[in-house]
């Protein structure tokens, strides 16, 4: 990691990389291209829970004549 740390992430071919230290995770190494889409992933994330939440939405009886 100390000499040649774009390397590391090279290896990674895209792929975020996890460096240990005494085989548990560090912190993770992620490509910039890879972050930079993680916001957006995130924003998909809560629009897909909203439109599961309101796809059922509770049925109403309504009479024609009272809304006239």
Do not use: T, W
């Amino acid at each position: 990691m100390k000499s040649d740390p774009i390397a590391i992430v090279k290896a990674g071919k895209g792929y975020p990389v996890a460096i240990l230290h005494q085989n548990q995770p560090a912190f993770y190494c992620v490509p910039a291209e890879l972050y930079e889409l993680i916001p957006d992933a995130l924003d998909d994330n809560e629009l897909v829970k909203l439109v599961h939440e309101r796809s059922n939405p509770p049925l109403l009886d309504v009479v024609l004549d009272q809304l006239l």
